[in-house]
Every structure is written in structure tokens, then in C-alpha cells.
């Protein structure tokens, strides 16, 4: 089970996993705080597992079983037990909120360890390479291994390229998927596509329209800027946007 902000870049089915459990990466930072976290599981009456260090971070822990929810290994015969379990332990995590505190939005990955304790499903820790976080630069550390799996979050620039993060073993592997979307990009056409229908569009007389130079500038502006979200961007004819 795989996120959406993924590349695969080694199959992770090739790791063999014990008969009854279940494998993941665990959590990128500890949030929420392993407190927040022990308190959840006292609350819901399940004895808490053992606290494990996480693979990036001194002195940051979590509990075994809580994972990133970029990548799961579940072997097929345990997933239906396993999916009615984590969608019980979700809806009463939703129904107790405030337990979560600030940290509502990793309902699922404490879901899933919740789940994964009251069903006695053994845990396995990956290795960071089989889901590498590279939104956040400040905890990549410089001897970083080859990521096998990388997680990129929001972390894309306009061209929908992965974003570098400045760690070398890393990068590198960004590299190859930067090149195998450029490929892809390039086989798709969407700018030959965009100057098609452009071709197709009224101009009025006597009007200068230098479509590509208009869409560079409109492109690093927004390049630079980065906000949140682009409603629409036009070129008409007048040269106003």
C-alpha cells in the first residue's frame, strides 16, 4: 500500500517478510510525540509497543508499529483483517480527536499502529532507503544511503520534476527520475498541444503576440513566488493576464 507522492524505483515486493506481519518505514519525525502517541494507546486499552529510535533524528522515538504511511508490505492473505481493523481504529481515533492534539492529520499512521497492536500483527521495521522523505532538507543526513523508494511530498517544481534536496545519494537518484518524466513529458507534448489550439485562436490585427516569451515570464514568476494555488493564468490578444 503506497501513497500517491511515491516513485518506485526497486520492487519492494522482492523483500521476504515472516508469515503475519507486516513491514514499513517508521515515521519521518516524532510527530506526534511518542508521549502523544503512549497516551493514545492508554486510552484505547491496548498495551503500548516497544519504543524504537527513528532512522533520521537523535533522540527521536516512536513506538514499533507506527510507520510512515508513504509505503506499507502487507502480504495479501493478512490485508482484508488487517484493512477492517486500521478502518475501526481510524473512526475511533476521528471520534477522539482531541487525543491526537495538534496532530490530527496522521490519523491513519497512529490508526494503523493501533491496529496493528490489537490485531497481534508483527511489525517490521524498513530500512530508510525504501521510503526516503525529501521534503524536509534540515534531517536528510550527508551520509544519507541510495534511496530504493523515494517520497516526495509536495516537493515538485512547475515541470512536475522532483525537487533536489541537496544530499548527493539522493540527488542522484532524483536525477533518474527527473529523466525518465522528461521523457515521458516530451513523448506527451503538451507544449506542441498548447501552440495547436493556439494556432486555432482568433488574434486581432496588428497585435504582437509572443505567446512562449509571456508564458516563461508567467512561469518563473510563479516559479519564484510559489503560492499555494494558480486558479488560471491566460494570454489574450491585449497582452493582459
Not at 7 to 14: A, S
Not at 119 to 143: K, Q
Not at 148 to 174: C, F, N, P, W
Request: with cysteine; charged share 20%.
Amino acid at each position: 500500500l503506497c501513497d500517491t507522492d511515491v516513485v518506485v524505483l526497486e520492487d519492494p515486493r522482492q523483500l521476504k517478510l515472516q508469515p503475519g506481519t507486516v513491514a514499513g518505514k517508521l515515521v519521518d519525525a516524532p510527530v506526534p510525540t511518542l508521549e502523544v502517541v503512549l497516551r493514545i494507546f492508554l486510552a484505547a486499552g491496548l498495551k503500548a509497543p516497544p519504543t524504537v529510535p527513528l532512522p533520521w533524528g537523535p533522540d527521536d522515538w516512536t513506538v514499533s508499529g507506527n510507520s510512515n504511511g508513504g509505503l506499507y508490505l502487507v502480504p495479501g492473505p493478512l490485508l482484508p483483517r488487517l484493512a477492517t481493523a486500521w478502518a475501526h481504529w481510524a473512526v475511533w481515533l476521528l471520534d477522539r480527536a482531541e487525543l491526537l492534539q495538534e496532530w490530527t492529520v496522521y490519523v491513519d499512521q497512529v490508526a494503523m499502529a493501533l491496529a496493528l497492536a490489537a490485531e497481534g500483527v508483527g511489525s517490521i521495521a524498513l530500512d530508510v532507503r525504501w521510503n526516503t522523505p525529501t521534503h524536509d532538507p534540515s534531517r536528510i543526513p550527508p551520509d544519507a544511503p541510495e534511496p530504493k523508494v523515494l517520497h516526495y511530498h509536495q516537493e515538485i517544481d512547475l515541470q512536475g520534476l522532483i525537487r533536489v534536496t541537496g544530499t548527493a545519494s539522493i540527488d542522484s537518484r532524483i536525477g533518474e527520475v527527473n529523466g525518465a518524466i522528461r521523457a515521458v513529458w516530451k513523448q506527451a507534448a503538451p507544449d506542441a498541444t498548447h501552440r495547436d489550439w493556439l494556432s486555432m485562436t482568433a488574434q486581432e490585427a496588428g497585435t504582437r503576440f509572443d505567446n512562449e516569451e509571456k508564458r516563461k515570464i508567467v512561469a518563473a514568476l510563479l516559479e519564484v513566488l510559489r503560492p499555494a494555488s494558480v486558479l488560471e493564468v491566460g494570454i489574450v490578444p491585449s497582452g493582459v493576464y
